[in-house]
């Protein structure tokens, strides 16, 4: 009935076990014991061993001045700067999971160059890779169209291994 009533927290989920923390805590909270923030271990030392109220208020203006001013960590400036490099290689082709994998495959595989030989190719996929210009014709074989990857498709092919690898 508690925990319907949100008295108490529920089990940990997936379990039938509880968190003691979490009951502690919420029993300090109903009874009116628990702090409402956490004491500051300056003020704690200075207020226990009987430090001037005019030292507080210098700490105080010191930290807070000190907060405010505090530059962004290293790690933000490395993301920003990675994110920055990132954009140089965004691909511009618009190709989706599909399209790409059947791309990669006919730049590793040059002698599978027609639509059976290409796995998960189709005629509709194909058209759209020579619509996007990452495919040309380049001639028949008998019945079967033949395909080869253009400059601007291994440009792509580039443009998204680079963009994958700088993903922050």
């Given at each position: 009935?508690?925990v319907?009533?949100?008295?108490?927290?529920?089990?940990?989920?997936?379990?039938r076990k509880?968190?003691?923390?979490?009951?502690?805590?919420k029993?300090?909270?109903?009874?009116?014991?628990?702090?409402?923030?956490?004491?500051d271990?300056?003020?704690?030392w200075?207020?226990?061993?009987?430090?001037?109220?005019?030292?507080?208020?210098?700490?105080?203006?010191?930290?807070d001045?000190?907060?405010?001013?505090?530059?962004?960590?290293?790690?933000?400036?490395?993301?920003?700067k990675?994110l920055k490099?990132?954009e140089?290689?965004?691909?511009?082709l618009?190709?989706?999971?599909k399209?790409?994998?059947?791309?990669?495959?006919?730049?590793?595989?040059?002698?599978?160059?027609?639509?059976?030989?290409?796995?998960?190719?189709?005629?509709?996929?194909?058209?759209?890779?020579?619509?996007?210009?990452?495919?040309?014709?380049v001639?028949?074989?008998?019945?079967?169209?033949?395909?080869?990857?253009?400059?601007?498709?291994?440009?792509?092919?580039?443009?998204?291994?680079?963009w994958?690898?700088l993903?922050p």
């Amino acid at each position: 009935m508690w925990v319907a009533s949100h008295k108490m927290p529920p089990a940990i989920p997936g379990t039938r076990k509880w968190d003691r923390r979490a009951i502690d805590a919420k029993l300090d909270e109903i009874s009116g014991l628990a702090a409402t923030e956490p004491e500051d271990p300056f003020v704690k030392w200075m207020r226990e061993h009987g430090g001037e109220e005019a030292d507080l208020q210098r700490w105080h203006r010191h930290r807070d001045s000190t907060r405010a001013e505090a530059p962004a960590s290293n790690y933000e400036d490395w993301k920003a700067k990675k994110l920055k490099r990132r954009e140089k290689y965004r691909p511009q082709l618009g190709l989706d999971a599909k399209l790409e994998r059947i791309l990669r495959f006919m730049a590793d595989h040059a002698d599978c160059d027609t639509i059976d030989t290409i796995p998960g190719a189709g005629p509709v996929t194909i058209e759209w890779l020579v619509e996007k210009s990452a495919v040309r014709l380049v001639g028949t074989d008998g019945h079967a169209l033949r395909y080869a990857v253009t400059e601007e498709g291994r440009a792509e092919l580039h443009r998204i291994q680079k963009w994958k690898s700088l993903t922050p």
